[in-house]
């Protein structure tokens, strides 16, 4: 039986015999794909950039809460008449330390501040005035209220840049 045994040939006609060929290149299997590790990397990425989002957003609050506010103002310059209660410059009472009342009149001592106060208890109780905020020539010969900062002085006895002054008379 044996020599019944016929070899079988499977290569089809008009092609080259197999020894004639060059072996195919090795096909490289993809290692699977781990679809946990793809999703926690997914949401790893996602907590960091709301986090990101997170401390922009805060710092940029913060820095709003904490940025100083500039004071309102009001008129800084009367237009027409000046009333009794008519409050100019700065709407804040708060942002000046100091206040005094007393009648506004032109002219300051030794070159320090444009106008003055004059106040109950004669020279002495002047009170020098400049402004950079309020033109003061607008209420010359009038009761005022002012509201300010006082400076050191050279030859004034009290020198005060004036941020408010309300009206009295």
Not at 63 to 69: N, Y
């Amino acid at each position: 039986m044996i020599d019944n045994i016929k070899p079988l040939n499977l290569e089809t006609e008009g092609e080259k015999p197999m020894a004639d060929k060059k072996p195919m290149a090795k096909l490289q299997t993809a290692e699977p794909i781990d679809k946990t590790k793809s999703q926690a990397k997914k949401k790893m990425i996602s907590i960091v950039l709301v986090l990101v989002l997170l401390g922009v957003g805060s710092g940029y609050g913060l820095f709003k809460l904490t940025q100083p506010q500039a004071p309102k103002r009001l008129k800084t310059s009367a237009e027409g008449d000046v009333e009794k209660g008519d409050t100019f410059g700065v709407m804040d009472e708060k942002a000046f330390r100091d206040m005094t009342e007393g009648k506004m009149i032109a002219g300051g001592i030794d070159g320090e501040g444009s106008h003055h106060l004059e106040r109950e208890g004669g020279e002495s109780q002047n009170v020098y005035l400049t402004s950079s905020i309020i033109d003061l020539d607008q209420f010359v010969d009038r009761e005022v209220k002012i509201w300010g900062e006082t400076f050191e002085a050279q030859k004034a006895g009290w020198l005060m840049d004036v941020g408010r002054l309300e009206v009295l008379e």
